[in-house]
């Protein structure tokens, strides 16, 4: 098994802190790949970033692993210089958000797969064996948990223990149907495959959420390695606390924004068909007129129910299958949806429903006419024509957005696919080159 060799350390002053994405890399000579790239973002922590790169290589060694320390770096501060001293690669990079310091790392690995974590000796980097085994043995995303590992007293806020972190992970499982245990832990792994297929857009300390709801919704193998969590070093504070007090409140808040946005089925496809079929049944069963059931008796407010739950269920299952079709993490299933809900189908499924709600009420006006354009009763008939008609506009706009869509996605898959092929074709990239 390969073991893990560390770069000799070079003094502080034979690397310099750049405001380019790549200059301080482009310093080194392209090296043969690795297996596991530890792949870390640092802000202003030169208190611990030193011993945390230490920690790495041992975790690297104990592990019998080929690897490398890549550290992802915004610092205004020394800590580029002290993680370079002890061996580790420097991404320096403008300060733009957590997640944005990932995204612009990963052209950068050059391990098969990537663990990630925090640089201020929080989570216990000398102990990398499980990641790996997980890993090798076909799982695509790997989470680190917390609270089934251990916990230092002090390491974690009690709000945040016994009350943020639990609440959004039931939540999350809730939405998502997983069975995590600690969807906020910052120590995880991922195959670089994975993590590219999953190309994160949150820029902040959401893309934690992002990540994980990515690589349920892609149906990635992923499973769950105790961690161990330590309490800040003396001296150092939090980025949570150095933010203010909003910022955990901030941070929670975005998190539940990204697991909102990708849960249309959550939110609007199982609601949507619900009120759907029941707004049908109750306007459906009026269109002949009021009548009496069970004691309770049926007129044309229950049928305005049933118009205004039937419009608002179709419209909300509308927009979950646009959603579908919009992050398209289900190839196979948005080109099923496309096939089925065809633009033919949709345009004639639209003029049959208008036509068909057109009927009756082309006989009201006839009785409005002939009646001195007065209505002498209720039409329940027409009413519900009304629905029908309703219907099919909305299957018309239904079916316009959807194979806009469906167009735009197959254009996105060509271009990912042209990127991937032209990736193949360049081979390893060359840090080296201008």
């Known amino acids: 098994m390969p073991t893990s060799r560390r770069p000799a350390r070079r003094s502080a002053g034979e690397r310099l802190v750049s405001a380019s994405a790549s200059e301080l890399l482009a310093e080194e000579p392209a ?13 202003n922590e030169e208190l611990t970033v030193g011993e945390f790169v230490d920690w790495c290589w041992e975790g690297l060694a104990a592990a019998r692993v080929s690897g490398e320390v890549l550290i992802v770096d915004s610092s205004e501060d020394r800590s580029p210089i002290i993680a370079a001293a002890h061996g580790a690669r420097v991404l320096s990079v403008p300060r733009r958000g957590l997640g944005r310091a990932y995204i612009d790392a990963i052209p950068h690995l050059r391990g098969d797969m990537a663990i990630l974590g925090d640089c ?8 990398l064996e499980g ?5 090798r043995g076909g799982h695509d995303f790997v989470m680190g948990t917390r609270t089934k590992g251990a916990i230092e007293p002090g390491a974690m806020p009690a709000l945040h223990r016994y009350f943020g972190s639990p609440l959004t992970t039931l939540l999350f499982n809730l939405i998502y149907g997983t069975r995590f245990s ?49 309490k800040d070093r003396a001296g150092r504070e939090s980025h949570l606390k150095r933010g203010g007090w909003r910022t955990p409140w901030i941070a929670g808040w975005d998190s539940l924004r990204v697991m909102f946005l990708y849960a249309p089925d959550f939110f609007l496809l199982r609601p949507g068909a619900v009120l759907l079929a029941l707004g049908l049944l109750l306007a459906g069963a009026l269109a002949g007129g009021p009548f009496t059931a069970l004691g309770v008796g049926f007129n044309l407010h229950w049928m305005l129910l049933g118009i205004v739950a039937a419009t608002v269920g179709y419209g909300a299952l509308q927009f979950a299958l646009l959603a579908r079709v919009f992050y398209d993490f289900d190839r196979r299933r948005s080109d099923r949806l496309l096939a089925t809900l065809t633009y033919n189908r949709g345009v004639l499924a639209s003029a049959l429903l208008v036509a068909a709600g057109a009927i009756p009420n082309a006989v009201l006006l006839v009785h409005w006419l002939s009646n001195d354009l007065h209505l002498l009763a209720i039409q329940y008939s027409s009413v519900f024509g009304l629905l029908l008609v309703i219907l099919g506009f909305q299957t018309f706009g239904f079916t316009l957005l959807l194979h806009m869509l469906g167009a735009g ?26």
């Not at 898959?413 to 081979?427: E, T």
């Open 131 to 135: 990641f790996i085994a997980a890993v």
């Open 182 to 230: 600690d969807i906020h832990c910052g120590m995880r792994a991922i195959t670089r495959e994975a993590l590219e297929r999953i190309e994160l857009e949150s820029p902040g300390w959401e893309y934690a959420s992002e990540m994980i709801l990515k690589a349920r919704k892609l149906r990635m193998r992923t499973t769950e390695v105790p961690v161990r969590f330590w």
């Open 409 to 434: 996605s197959r254009r996105r898959r060509g271009q990912r696919g042209a990127r991937s092929a032209a990736g193949r074709r360049a081979g390893p990239l060359d840090l080296s080159s201008p």
């Open 31 to 43: 090296r043969e790949s690795v297996e596991v790239s530890i792949l870390v973002p640092c802000l």
């Open 120 to 127: 201020d000796l929080t989570y216990d980097f000398r102990e």
